[in-house]
């Protein structure tokens, strides 16, 4: 898989003549600030969690599996694509709930619409284990209908204004259109109008609600609702979320000022690519930002302390990346990182994997890790100090 990203936007305009190109010596111009975007996320929460960090972030552009249960003690888990993201608490509060709103959240009126796709959605009157949510989304397959199931739903009618119940009622369908789903057809909601509802009593206490969803884009809107006493909905948030970069002056942050008559290039990394632009070190031109391409390898190059420059450098390289089954680690010049370790996270900071760097290279089958999603990869020092982490994705 590759892709462009362009990073850097050049606050200052440096558009200089062919004849002020030939000089030699022009340091008309000697400062010129750079800046990089902070990014947008959309998170998922549930609106009567309150612990903190109850959410877990919904990548744009592709099918996920959200599982939300709730127990008799008021304690909420939300799983995204088999993985704990978070656990929290209801409040103590007199529920009932006796419709599903799919496409807006319903308080005196209609608001707060989703644009995006649904498919499969299955509720249940237990509190489904984390082994159970893991292992349908390993199983790759849609809903299937258990002793606990109360509510199952396939979306693949492809036609009409009515979706049927494989259990429970069947639902009204206003303004959302058939497409193409996660398997077979699925429901799409336009953001403005379009909404289902299913008239299905959803236990308040022991339950588990479980679909796929596919968000286009960033937005803040409501996805499902439990309509009743204390309505209940999974919300999407979109958040600004400040991404770290380093820039190859040292500096950090959003922008950098420097002076281009005095430097060859100017790059930019947010830990996943990297954006270049070279200067004219006669006339201090510069050129279109160069786009990098990221491949399946995970590059890491590292610093090893009490080795002389340029000796001290190393790269270690993981791959591929994004993984299915299996990740190869190339430890570059190992030699030099002696009581150096490599150890790798979930997403819930449980280690999966932990090595001394003391050979050319490690091949790790993935089926013990726990799942798909976000693994975390540590480069830690000889004093136990982590000097890099980097991201890795398993799905």
């Given at each position: 898989?590759?892709?462009?990203?362009?990073?850097?936007?050049?606050?200052?305009?440096?558009?200089?003549?062919?004849?002020?190109?030939?000089?030699?010596?022009?340091?008309?111009?000697?400062?010129?600030?750079?800046?990089?975007?902070?990014?947008?996320?959309?998170?998922?929460?549930?609106?009567?969690?309150?612990?903190?960090?109850?959410?877990?972030?919904?990548?744009?552009?592709?099918?996920?599996?959200?599982?939300?249960?709730?127990?008799?003690?008021?304690?909420?888990?939300?799983?995204?694509?088999?993985?704990?993201?978070?656990?929290?608490?209801?409040?103590?509060?007199?529920?009932?709930?006796?419709?599903?709103?799919?496409?807006?959240?319903?308080?005196?009126?209609?608001?707060?619409?989703?644009?995006?796709?649904?498919?499969?959605?299955?509720?249940?009157?237990?509190?489904?284990?984390?082994?159970?949510?893991?292992?349908?989304?390993?199983?790759?397959?849609?809903?299937?209908?258990?002793?606990?199931?109360?509510?199952?739903?396939?979306?693949?009618?492809?036609?009409?204004?009515?979706?049927?119940?494989?259990?429970?009622?069947?639902?009204?369908?206003?303004?959302?259109?058939?497409?193409?789903?996660?398997?077979?057809?699925?429901?799409?909601?336009?953001?403005?109008?379009?909404?289902?509802?299913?008239?299905?009593?959803?236990?308040?206490?022991?339950?588990?609600?479980?679909?796929?969803?596919?968000?286009?884009?960033?937005?803040?809107?409501?996805?499902?609702?439990?309509?009743?006493?204390?309505?209940?909905?999974?919300?999407?948030d979109t958040n600004l979320v400040q991404t770290s970069y380093n820039w190859s002056t040292g500096?950090?942050?959003?922008?950098?000022?420097?002076?281009?008559?005095?430097?060859?290039?100017?790059?930019?990394?947010?830990?996943?690519?990297?954006?270049?632009?070279?200067?004219?070190?006669?006339?201090?031109?510069?050129?279109?930002?160069?786009?990098?391409?990221?491949?399946?390898?995970?590059?890491?190059?590292?610093?090893?302390?009490?080795?002389?420059?340029?000796?001290?450098?190393?790269?270690?390289?993981?791959?591929?990346?994004?993984?299915?089954?299996?990740?190869?680690?190339?430890?570059?010049?190992?030699a030099i990182m002696n009581g150096y370790q490599l150890r790798i996270e979930n997403s819930v900071?449980?280690?999966?994997?932990?090595?001394?760097?003391?050979?050319?290279?490690?091949?790790?089958?993935?089926?013990?890790?726990?799942?798909?999603?976000?693994?975390?990869?540590?480069?830690?020092?000889?004093?136990?100090?982590?000097?890099?982490?980097?991201?890795?994705?398993?799905?």
């Open positions: 898989m590759k892709k462009k990203n362009l990073l850097m936007t050049a606050v200052a305009t440096l558009g200089l003549t062919t004849a002020t190109m030939a000089q030699n010596n022009c340091d008309l111009i000697n400062s010129a600030t750079f800046t990089v975007p902070n990014t947008n996320q959309t998170t998922l929460e549930n609106t009567f969690t309150v612990v903190q960090n109850n959410t877990c972030v919904l990548d744009t552009g592709q099918w996920i599996y959200v599982a939300y249960t709730k127990n008799t003690n008021n304690v909420a888990k939300l799983y995204k694509n088999g993985v704990l993201q978070a656990t929290g608490n209801y409040l103590s509060l007199n529920y009932f709930w006796n419709r599903i709103d799919i496409g807006a959240e319903f308080y005196t009126t209609y608001c707060c619409w989703f644009n995006g796709r649904l498919d499969e959605m299955r509720v249940s009157n237990s509190e489904r284990t984390g082994t159970e949510i893991l292992n349908h989304f390993n199983s790759n397959s849609p809903f299937s209908q258990d002793a606990n199931t109360i509510g199952l739903y396939h979306f693949d009618e492809n036609t009409g204004t009515t979706t049927n119940g494989i259990v429970g009622p069947s639902g009204a369908i206003t303004n959302a259109q058939w497409t193409q789903g996660k398997f077979g057809s699925a429901l799409n909601y336009n953001g403005q109008n379009a909404r289902t509802q299913i008239n299905l009593s959803v236990p308040t206490s022991n339950y588990t609600m479980e679909f796929w969803v596919y968000i286009p884009n960033y937005q803040n809107s409501r996805i499902v609702s439990t309509y009743g006493g204390n309505s209940n909905s999974f919300g999407l500096a950090t942050g959003n922008s950098v000022t420097i002076n281009p008559t005095t430097l060859p290039y100017i790059w930019v990394t947010d830990g996943n690519c990297t954006d270049t632009i070279w200067f004219n070190s006669q006339s201090a031109t510069i050129y279109d930002t160069t786009y990098v391409t990221v491949t399946d390898t995970l590059i890491i190059n590292t610093t090893v302390t009490g080795i002389n420059p340029p000796s001290n450098l190393n790269t270690i390289k993981v791959f591929p990346n994004p993984a299915s089954t299996h990740i190869t680690i190339d430890y570059g010049n190992f900071g449980q280690e999966v994997f932990q090595t001394n760097i003391s050979q050319q290279s490690d091949y790790l089958n993935l089926d013990s890790w726990g799942g798909n999603g976000l693994y975390f990869v540590h480069i830690v020092d000889p004093q136990g100090n982590t000097i890099d982490i980097r991201k890795i994705v398993l799905q």
